[in-house]
T-cell receptor, first 116, second 108 residues
């Protein structure tokens, strides 16, 4: 079974631009989560989608948004990029949403975004 | 104070040594995850546990829900175990929060 894929793997953008990152989950997985990793803050939760609905959101400004399509693929968008948005953006997929329990998360390789 | 604290931050060991990484948390959780991240960024989930103990090969993870504490043990460590180990807890309301990670270096 193919793993989680993310495109593009590397991206260089200029301050003020916007960017869209894509994540394709493992076949059959309906939940996709997005995370930002920086040297200073470590890993931080961005948002989680299940069945095309955002179920949880982290403490990030409104410039960060996402969506999930009917085939469970997900995109995240960052508008008006700032230097501090330079980070590794990871997505992870799981079979289902963690309600009363928790499900194994499978991580993609990440997209490394550099903002200049 | 971070909701998930890991110790130590950095750890250097000789090949063959027994290694312990600790994780303490302060929130209600439904599960705790141990993750491994190699240079280059890829993250692999090692364990997901909500009680007791799990073992996979040379790796053992334990959790004490009452004390809000988990440990990851590596027996007979090997240079290929060199990586960053990250503890993450799934809040009762759903999202993951992460520790800062423990950078492990195993010398031959």
């Amino acid at each position: 079974k193919a793993g989680v894929t993310q495109t593009p793997r590397y991206l260089i953008k200029t301050r003020g631009q916007q960017v869209t990152l894509s994540c394709s989950p493992i076949s059959g997985h309906r939940s996709v989560s997005w995370y930002q990793q920086t040297p200073g803050q470590g890993l931080q939760f961005l948002f989680e989608y299940f069945s095309e609905t955002q179920r949880n959101k982290g403490n990030f400004p409104g410039r960060f948004s996402g969506r999930q399509f009917s085939n469970s693929r997900s995109e995240m968008n960052v508008s008006t990029l700032e230097l501090g948005d330079s980070a590794l953006y990871l997505c992870a997929s799981s079979l289902s949403l963690a309600g009363g329990g928790s499900y194994e998360q499978y991580f993609g390789p990440g997209t490394r975004l550099t903002v200049t | 104070k971070n909701e998930v604290e890991q110790s130590p931050q950095n750890l250097t060991a000789q090949e063959g040594e027994f290694i312990t990484i600790n994780c303490s948390y302060s929130v209600g959780i439904s599960a705790l995850h141990w993750l491994q991240q190699h240079p280059g960024g890829g993250i692999v989930s090692l364990f997901m546990l909500s009680s007791g103990k799990k073992k996979h090969g040379r790796l053992i993870a334990t959790i004490n829900i009452q004390e809000k504490h988990s440990s990851l043990h590596i027996t007979a460590s090997h240079p290929r175990d060199s990586a960053v180990y990250i503890c993450a807890v799934r809040r009762s309301q759903g999202n993951l929060i992460f520790g800062k990670g423990t950078k492990l270096s195993v010398k031959p």
